[in-house]
């Protein structure tokens, strides 16, 4: 359907555009999504001023990006380029909603939409994949959807709001310190979750051209997928750890466990069934992105591990640790591609992958291994939450 080069061009582009949105986010949706529960009369005008600096914002620092990379590399068409500030900007407004309909209570719709987006993008691959048009035809089948989705949630959002009880009543006192120390705790890790998944591909497609990036982007962003499933649980586990503090030994063995299995998992997968399976796509794929993936698996007990070590950093309201955690493992990983990648292509990345996680691991195994026993040893031992 789409030859390897579209889809390194396709890929790098939709990477950038989905992680430059989340940097450029600021956390204002989540302020939004506090606030205007508690605005009354003024809802309207918060969700709407919002809505405009998120924007704002969002087409500036794609601007930045554009005006920084050298677009003869990064873009195959110069349409690309200009549409480049505008495709950030809808990504980052749709990313806040996700806050601000489960701030109305609703947040079944932001489950309802992502599906809709994800079968669209989906049915126009498969459509546009019937005639040549190279990285045009899989950019449109990823960003149209978007596109079409803002003003549908805008209108739907504004509409709830304007219905609301709460829109008739008058503003109430907010504590703002409050606010922002959450909005905070849950913008800093999003962002820096972003800032490799941004930075990577534009550092492959820059050094080793367009054919690399296309081999790249499949393998990196399956292991980015598993990566993604283990933080997903770490949600659900504080949340239970804040109401049942009592059963806090079970819940740990348990996590603990589920961890386990995710990584053994993940590790098999990414080591035997991926490259067998990128291998029949297509014998490039498989000779070309063994490497990374073999990394992957074997770094993804590393990742379990952060994962474990975060939840309970969350549970005892030691967010800044984590940060801390995750900034050294970014760090590490792009200083090392950026200076290995010229000589080792993608191999470099998955050395970098592993050895970042590696050093990171070594250096929180012993706090985590710490909270571990108090918290196996102490029901009820954390009861904060940040």
Not at 103 to 109: D, E, Y
Request: hydrophobic share 60%; aromatic share 10%.
């Amino acid at each position: 359907m789409f030859d390897v080069q579209a889809l390194g061009f396709a890929g790098v582009l939709v990477a950038a555009a989905t992680g430059v949105s989340t940097l450029a986010n600021l956390g204002i949706g989540a302020v939004v999504s506090r606030v205007v529960p508690f605005s009354g009369v003024k809802a309207m005008g918060w969700f709407l001023r919002g809505n405009a600096a998120v924007f704002i914002v969002a087409m500036l620092a794609g601007t930045v990006v554009v005006l920084i990379v050298p677009r003869q590399v990064v873009f195959e068409h110069s349409w690309q380029a200009w549409a480049f500030p505008p495709l950030v900007a809808g990504l980052s407004v749709l990313a806040s909603y996700d806050a601000m309909v489960s701030g109305l209570g609703r947040a079944r719709w932001s489950a309802v939409a992502m599906v809709a987006q994800a079968g669209a993008r989906l049915a126009l691959l498969v459509v546009l994949g019937l005639f040549s048009l190279g990285s045009t035809g899989i950019a449109v089948a990823w960003f149209v959807p978007t596109m079409v989705l803002v003003p549908v949630l805008t209108a739907v959002i504004a509409r709830k709001i304007g219905r609301s009880e709460f829109a008739a009543l008058a503003p109430q006192q907010v504590d703002r310190g409050q606010m922002m120390r959450g909005v905070l705790r849950a913008y800093g890790p999003a962002a820096l979750g972003a800032v490799m998944p941004t930075v990577l591909p534009l550092l492959v497609i820059v050094n080793l051209g367009p054919i690399a990036a296309g081999h790249f982007i499949p393998a990196f962003f399956l292991i980015l997928m598993f990566a993604t499933m283990l933080t997903a649980v770490m949600g659900p586990f504080v949340s239970a750890a804040d109401r049942s503090a009592w059963d806090l030994p079970g819940l740990v063995y348990r996590f603990a466990f589920l961890l386990s299995l995710m990584a053994l998992a993940g590790s098999m997968f990414l080591a035997i069934l991926a490259p067998t399976a990128f291998g029949l796509i297509d014998a490039s794929y498989g000779t070309h992105s063994a490497a990374l993936l073999y990394a992957g698996a074997a770094a993804f007990p590393f990742v379990a591990l952060q994962a474990m070590h975060g939840s309970l950093a969350r549970i005892n309201g030691l967010v800044g640790r984590l940060v801390a955690a995750r900034s050294a493992t970014t760090v590490v990983f792009l200083v090392g591609v950026a200076l290995s990648i010229n000589d080792h292509g993608l191999a470099a990345v998955g050395w970098w992958f592993f050895v970042s996680e590696a050093l990171v691991a070594v250096l929180i195994l012993p706090p985590t291994v710490r909270e571990f026993g108090e918290a196996v040893r102490e029901p009820g031992s954390s009861d904060a939450l940040p």
